[in-house]
């Protein structure tokens, strides 16, 4: 089977341990045979929900460490991605932020819903707040659905992860919001965007497998998406590759034919085998 890892982290990423250059090789010591980087640039603070001035600090050092990597590995085949955060909160900046280099590929996320801080950083007290913002969450994912500035959507549900750490358990809440999660897909998939199977749930403490849940990819499938990237999410060498072929091996038994790879922001299908 062919790897490829396209979600992975690097120093570039404020939260990661491991340059470009070893988590590729660690990448590589783990049979991944595709790398696309994907470091952080978010719109908003993660501490505070407001807009960051500075969030495209990080491109120039993603560009140096992707050089140095590849001059390192001149054999590999190492891509330029970026995980873009919130770009729902400010579209304009967002499109000029998406053109501001020669990406290959923009994984989309949402870490923190307006004017709020990251979901990791929440204090969850209850369940009917831990639904309110679920909801809430649901509703911006549809929104960004819309907008041209990303590939494919990342770790849809990730809120529910911090929840779930602090007593309240949302995953299997989760088909209770089956309404906006298909419409979500939908859009999706009349958009030509397509979402991500991340792999970091299956390393977490409460082993909660693949983000988003099985009945998620597979109701993706379902209403005709076809556009599915692989992740380890990885921000350390330890974990580079991890669990990619258990995602793999996931979406085949769940009907996919498929796995996609991106070149200059165009999809590539690769069969899985």
């Not at 909160?89 to 004017?115: C, K, M, P, T, V």
């Not at 199977?197 to 390393?203: M, V």
């Not at 379902?222 to 556009?227: A, N, R, S």
Request: aromatic residues 12%.
């Amino acid at each position: 089977m062919i790897l490829a890892d396209y979600h992975i982290h690097s120093t570039a990423s404020s939260d990661a341990r491991n340059t470009m250059t070893e988590m590729v090789a660690a990448s590589l010591e783990a049979g991944v045979a595709q790398i696309c980087f994907t470091d952080h640039i978010d719109l908003d603070l993660y501490s505070t929900g407001k807009p960051d001035p500075d969030c495209l600090s990080g491109l120039p050092e993603m560009q140096r460490q992707m050089k140095e990597a590849r001059e390192a590995f001149p054999h590999a085949d190492i891509r330029l991605g970026i995980e873009f955060g919130e770009f729902n909160h400010d579209l304009e900046r967002a499109l000029d932020i998406s053109n501001a280099a020669d990406f290959d590929f923009i994984l989309g996320s949402l870490h923190n819903l307006r004017d709020t801080t990251d979901f990791f950083n929440f204090d969850y007290f209850d369940i009917h707040q831990c639904r309110e913002l679920l909801d809430r969450y649901f509703d911006e994912l549809i929104e960004m659905s819309d907008m041209p500035c990303f590939d494919v959507m990342a770790h849809i549900g990730y809120p529910a992860r911090y929840m779930r750490n602090a007593g309240f358990d949302m995953w299997s809440e989760m088909p209770s919001f089956g309404d906006k999660i298909e419409t979500l897909l939908k859009k999706l998939t009349e958009n030509g965007k397509g979402i991500e199977c991340n792999c970091s749930g299956y390393r977490s403490p409460n082993r909660e497998g693949p983000v988003p849940p099985v009945y998620i990819l597979n109701l993706y499938r379902l209403v005709g998406g076809e556009i599915i990237t692989v992740g380890s999410d990885a921000h350390r060498t330890a974990d580079a590759g991890a669990y990619l072929t258990e995602g793999f091996d996931l979406l085949k038994r769940l009907g996919f034919k498929y796995f996609t790879t991106f070149s200059k922001r165009k999809p590539e299908f690769t069969k899985i085998r």
